[in-house]
């Protein structure tokens, strides 16, 4: 055996790195068919044992009871689901599907023993609840994962306000994407009845600065009443002044995302003030501007 003394490390360095080992791994069989019926088919499979008398979902190809092979033994369950337990996350990672704050429930399908988790979105997190009855919201752009199942949300009837004023926080943000086609610029025409050829005239638009069609400006500007009205502050928000700069235009077809951000409390008359931003497709700010509101009163 040959020894070393300390001395022979002295011409020896140290190099800081990181070793990146990106892998694959396989759903199984079981896991895969439950995948592809809600990529292809927008169904939630599960599994019964004919022993315990339980349905699992997600599937599994044991029962974690008795044993037995449950493999082939598939139903097909409801869309629908009440939430068992859940927490709210709130701090950012890498790996998350979309941005805090959000909800992450336990899930138990009408016709299943067994919850699964999820997120739910279409309800405050201060008014979330155990109970609250839910639908799955199946994703348009299919990934390949449970993530096909985009969101559960609560089910028709079953109203809750928004944050109220000691609820919200500054920092908090909510956002509503929308691509904008050419029906919709018509439709806004018509509703709104703003029939300028900029718009509508492709002959006429190829005269402009812009060298097409672009949409109305207050059609992506209007997307900001989703988002104020039915995620931050919510259900009851009255909007007492909304204010926009617009930067740049919208084409046919760009995807907007309009986002507002809490930014102000204001104690004394109990509103609050949200900056505004709108983004395309490509991330370029297209628009920026606040918003005064006063939010929904505390429930009970």
């Known amino acids: 055996m040959t020894t070393y003394d300390k001395a022979d490390y002295k011409e020896s360095f140290v190099v800081k790195g990181k070793l990146a080992l990106p892998y694959q791994y396989f759903a199984g069989r079981t896991g895969s068919k439950f995948l592809i019926a809600l990529r292809d088919k927008k169904k939630i499979l599960g599994v019964r044992c004919n022993t315990c008398k ?3 979902v997600p599937p599994r190809q044991t029962c974690e009871k008795c044993f037995e092979d449950l493999s082939e033994k598939w139903v097909e369950l409801s869309d629908k689901g009440v939430v068992t337990n859940f927490t709210v996350v709130r701090y950012a990672e890498p790996h998350q599907p979309i941005k805090p704050p959000y909800i992450l429930a336990m899930i138990k399908l009408d016709g299943a023993d067994t919850p699964f988790a999820h997120i739910v979105r279409g309800v405050a997190p201060s008014k979330m609840k155990e109970g609250l009855k839910v639908q799955a919201q199946f994703a348009k752009k299919t990934t390949n994962t449970i993530m096909d199942i985009e969101c559960f949300r609560p089910t ?3 109203f809750e306000l928004g944050y109220s004023y000691d609820e919200l926080e500054i920092g ?3 956002s509503f994407t929308k691509t904008i086609t050419e029906t919709d610029v018509y439709l806004f025409a018509g509703i709104s ?3 300028n050829p900029m718009h509508l005239n492709e002959e006429f638009a190829k005269k402009t600065p812009f060298g097409t069609r672009i949409a109305h400006g207050a059609l992506p500007q209007s997307l900001i009443a989703s988002v104020l009205g039915m995620k931050l502050p919510g259900l009851g928000t009255v909007a007492l002044e909304i204010n926009t700069r617009f930067l740049g235009p919208t084409y046919f ?4 995302t309009a986002s507002a951000e809490v930014i102000e409390k204001l104690e004394k008359k109990r509103w609050v003030r949200l ?6 497709q490509h991330g370029k700010l297209i628009g920026i501007g606040d918003a005064l509101v006063i939010p929904p009163a505390p429930a009970g």
Not at 253 to 256: A, N, P, Y
Not at 275 to 280: P, Q, Y
Request: charged share 25%; net charge negative; no cysteine.
């Open 54 to 56: 339980k349905v699992f």
């Open 156 to 158: 028709s009837g079953q």
């Open 172 to 174: 908090m943000s909510a």
């Open 193 to 195: 009845g703003d029939f």
């Open 253 to 256: 077809g760009d995807t907007v």
């Open 275 to 280: 900056e505004l931003r709108w983004t395309n």
